[in-house]
């Protein structure tokens, strides 16, 4: 039989002694054989196993959360497996009922193993340490330092304070150290499930907004100021918190000196107005450093160029005058954009194409850009004329131009070339509809708004878990003995409860400690005592049965 | 020193290392092959190996024998090959860290932004582990393995890997580049050194003959592949933290499901299952062994090919 302050463990831990395997009787008899084999280690094992083999798949089918343009792709060029990757959940892999069954088990497995061994480590918290056993000498470290019973109330100071707690069995004092490592092991399982917990619930109540901004525009924290919105179950809109932002200026850096990365970017800051409270101040946001406003925090995702096109009817009257996000297509931010003119001119107006920040020629004559930042800023658009299809009632990418029911008039096989127009440009549109104007050109920055109530939470438990974690593989746990044998020595050995490479060097340590304090005790420098330790402790070895081989 | 010329240093040094770690492979394998010839070692002796640790304790834990001696049992005493091996081992390393430091001064800032920094200084952690373990236990016979290893990564990085070293983008730029990359290659140097003595372990399981007699008994391999096994699991855990908490910095979120995101959770999944494992009647002994050498072959793939063919947020390869 272990002896009660044993951590409890499931039997199938090498620990443990080995159960005899009963055929289950009823039904009672069949639930608990059942529970049994879920909280085995066995069953941990094998759950921990599948559920790092079920979290391959996300990693290589795109995922709807953190890849959602991938799942589009992957649809469109597999239409015949649509059904397949749905059946499956394969674009929703962590959130799927295969892998949430995984770990749903895991965790009963969990707190099925980790409730008794509470309890039983509650109780083994405060009960004495175990009896001395018979014979040491066929314990580790086995040793005698001079001394007898008398000795032993010193003993047990000692070891008291190197932290263990002991007992008295007759001629001899039994100490146990290391109860932090079963402490330290339980907090661990559980905060994994307070992690899951707090993750799981609090994720409910946040909510991630993004918007596009042009330099010198702002919004207000509204639902509806969102070109893209997305929020836990539990979420109300009341709870947005109020306040308005303005991107002053997107500052940009690129590589200009090193040859072999010219253009690549340095930095983005991003310099905002934040009013909140009916307070404004400035601020900046950064790729690594989120700005925090009321509660949320604020990132800056991207940037681009967003170019200004005025465009004039037959007669002169300006119909259209605004900025337009064009979204970065490579790394000299070759940028693709569409503006759309439903109202103004005679016919639907519809523009396609690119803008080059450094325009250079290719030798096929089409242009390119040749780095990212506005040395030669070029602006070259394919026309459409005819219906953009915006009445229909479906809704439309304002990314994308519907050209079926159009008439290509510029660029492409049109017959005429694109419109290509540097800053300040006009040019006509073909077919007498008009001019064309390439203003000017700023940047824009997307910025997204995070509320997530579960962060400074999370951040705690994992300080727990990870502290925790040290404590349970990290703090030895022990046993040591001390027994007067009645011939003028005290006999010392320890034993170790699951891994403890350094327990010898313990039994060592305490052996001179002894030592040292009796002959401080006895006021003498006792040197045939230090001389017995000399050939006991250290790196000599006991002289007494051991049967450990030495080198 | 211009950065370019610095770089050129870099790379002279990195070639010599390798140059010099072959020469350690081949001083080891000589060594290895050499015992390997030798005659039977006397009997007492293997027993004694075998033996292990501690006796049988009276309280009725189980009657197993525990590493706490030394794992160089009466045997292991290296030949001199493996002492010339050692010797050239830390000589490699020397030029491999200088490289490694020239090739931080040349780009600016820490040599671990790239796959090829990532091989250049992740290769350098294992081997400093190796070397420094030295301080704590003779692994020597490990020498083998991590020579070799320290090869071939190191050849392959250069070869395939290797870019001038140019700026941070903006999403690097962040001290937790430095932790958190820094206690990954830290983590992969204590799963690089485990995975060697679970090799041997499972190796000597099979066939006890040769150079193999004078290696450390199987339990001894596997206690100490554990406690290794374990230090690397407490770095991989930080690393877990550490980049969540970045994520949370640069990406707006703490855990996504990235690529890269996804693979260290398996990583850190199958260690896990490693050390209940290691604890576990019947999965003790080879089948955890095996175990770690999962989680090990993961570490790799993570580093190779999620890098190269897998798409993410972590498109640092450089390449
Ligand atoms: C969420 C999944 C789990 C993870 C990540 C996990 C992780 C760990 C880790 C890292 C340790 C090492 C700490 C130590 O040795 O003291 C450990 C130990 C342990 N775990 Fe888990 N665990 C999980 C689930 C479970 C489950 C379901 C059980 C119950 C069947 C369990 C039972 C144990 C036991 C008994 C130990 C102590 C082993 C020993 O004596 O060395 N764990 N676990």
């Known amino acids: ?551 | 020193m211009p950065p370019a010329e610095l770089d050129a240093w870099s790379l002279l040094l990195v070639y010599s290392a390798m140059a010099v770690y072959t020469l350690a492979f081949v001083a080891y394998a000589v060594d290895v092959a050499r015992r390997s010839a030798a005659t039977a070692v006397p009997e007492e002796a293997r027993e004694l190996v075998g033996a292990g640790a501690s006796g049988a304790p009276a309280t009725g834990a189980p009657a197993r024998p525990t590493a706490s001696a030394p794992a160089t049992a009466p045997a292991g005493r290296p030949g001199r090959g493996a002492r010339i091996g050692f010797a050239l081992i830390v000589i490699a390393w020397a030029l491999h860290l200088g490289g490694a430091v020239m090739r931080g001064l040349a780009a600016g800032r820490v040599p671990w932004a790239n796959m090829y920094e990532f091989a250049l200084t992740g290769v350098a952690v294992i081997v400093g582990v190796f070397v420094l373990s030295r301080l704590w236990r003779d692994l020597n016979f490990l020498g083998v393995f991590i020579s070799g290893l320290a090869t071939v990564f190191l050849g392959v990085a250069t070869v395939n890997f290797y870019v001038t070293p140019t700026p941070l983008p903006p999403a690097l730029q962040s001290y937790w580049l430095v932790i958190h990359v820094f206690v990954a290659t830290l983590a992969t140097g204590f799963f690089a050194l485990g995975s060697g003595l679970s090799v041997l372990q499972l190796i000597k399981e099979r066939r006890s003959s040769g150079f193999l007699r004078a290696l450390p008994s199987t339990v001894q391999l596997e206690d100490l592949a554990y406690r290794v096994g374990v230090i690397g699991f407490i770095f991989w855990t930080f690393t877990l933290i550490a980049g969540a908490i970045w994520a949370e910095h640069a990406w707006g979120r703490y855990w996504g499901w990235d690529t890269k995101e996804v693979w260290t959770f398996v990583i850190w999944v199958i260690y896990a299952g490693y050390i209940h494992a290691r604890a576990t009647r019947g999965w003790r002994g080879s089948r955890s062994a095996w175990l770690q050498l999962v989680g090990f072959a993961a570490i790799i793939f993570n580093y190779s090919v999620v890098n190269l063919f897998f798409k993410g947020l972590h498109a640092y390869s450089g390449l």
Request: aromatic letters at 8%; one cysteine or more.
């Open chain 1, 1 to 551: 039989m272990s002896p009660s302050s044993d951590p409890l463990r499931p039997g199938d831990h090498v620990d443990s002694a080995a159960a005899p395997s009963q055929p289950p009787l009823g039904v009672r008899g069949w639930a608990r054989f059942l529970w049994r084999q879920l909280t085995s280690m066995r069953t941990a094992i094998v759950l921990l196993l599948l559920l790092a083999v079920a979290a391959i798949p996300g990693s290589l089918v795109p995922q709807e959360s953190s890849d959602p343009n991938g799942v589009i792709q992957v649809r469109a060029d597999n239409p015949e497996l649509v059904w397949l990757y749905d059946a499956l959940s394969l674009h929703d892999v962590y959130s799927s009922p295969w892998f949430s069954a995984i770990y749903i088990l895991l965790f009963t497995s969990l707190v099925g193993c980790v409730v008794p061994r509470l309890a039983h480590h509650w109780k083994a918290m405060r009960a004495k340490p175990p009896r001395t056993p018979a014979r040491l000498s066929r314990l580790v470290g086995f040793q005698t330092v001079p001394g007898d019973a008398s000795d032993l109330d010193r003993a047990e100071r000692v070891l008291r304070r190197l932290g263990y707690r002991t007992a008295r069995y007759g001629e001899s004092v039994s100490a146990e150290r290391g109860y932090l490592r079963e402490t330290g092991n339980l907090l661990f399982h559980i905060s994994m499930l307070g992690l899951l917990l707090v993750i799981g619930l609090g994720s409910g109540f946040g909510y991630d907004g993004q918007r596009l901004l042009v330099e010198g525009r702002g919004f207000a924290n509204t639902l509806s100021s969102y070109d893209s919105f997305s929020s836990g179950q539990w979420f109300d809109e009341g709870s947005l918190e109020p306040f308005a932002v303005v991107l002053d200026d997107l500052e940009v850096e690129y590589e200009t000196e090193n040859r072999d990365a010219i253009g690549a970017p340095l930095d983005f800051t991003a310099l905002v107005s934040v009013t909140e409270d009916g307070a404004e101040r400035d601020a900046q946001i950064k790729v690594n450093e989120p700005l925090g406003v009321a509660g949320a925090d604020l990132y800056l995702i991207s940037n681009g160029y967003a170019p200004r096109v005025s465009v004039r009817d037959a007669s002169g009257e300006v119909v259209y005058d605004q900025y337009t996000p064009f979204l970065a297509q490579d790394d000299a931010m070759t940028s693709l954009g569409v503006i759309k003119l439903p109202d103004g001119l005679e016919e639907q107006l519809g523009l396609r194409g690119f803008f080059y920040p450094t325009a250079v020629p290719l030798d096929t004559g089409a242009l390119a850009s040749a780095y990212p930042d506005l040395a030669n800023p070029v602006l070259s658009l394919q026309a459409f004329a005819g219906d953009l299809g915006l009445d229909a009632g479906i809704p439309r990418s304002v990314y994308a131009l519907e050209t079926d029911e159009m008439t290509q008039i510029a660029g492409g096989d049109s017959g005429t070339d694109a419109l290509t127009l540097a800053p300040g440009q006009t040019i006509d549109i073909p077919g007498g509809l008009g001019t064309i104007t390439f203003e000017d050109v700023r940047r824009y920055g997307v910025i997204e708004v995070h509320v997530d109530h579960t962060q400074t939470p999370v951040f705690w438990i994992t300080v727990l878990l990870f502290a925790s974690l040290l404590a349970s593989l990290l703090v030895p746990r022990r046993r040591m003995w001390v027994k007067a044998v009645g011939d003028g020595r005290l006999e010392l050995a320890g034993l170790a409860r699951g891994e403890d490479p350094t327990l010898e060097r313990a039994v060592d340590d305490l052996a001179r400690r002894l030592v040292d304090e009796g002959s401080a005790a006895r006021g003498d420098d006792a040197p045939a005592a230090t001389d017995a330790v000399g050939a006991t402790a250290g790196e000599a070895r006991p002289a007494g049965p051991t049967d450990r081989p030495r080198e």
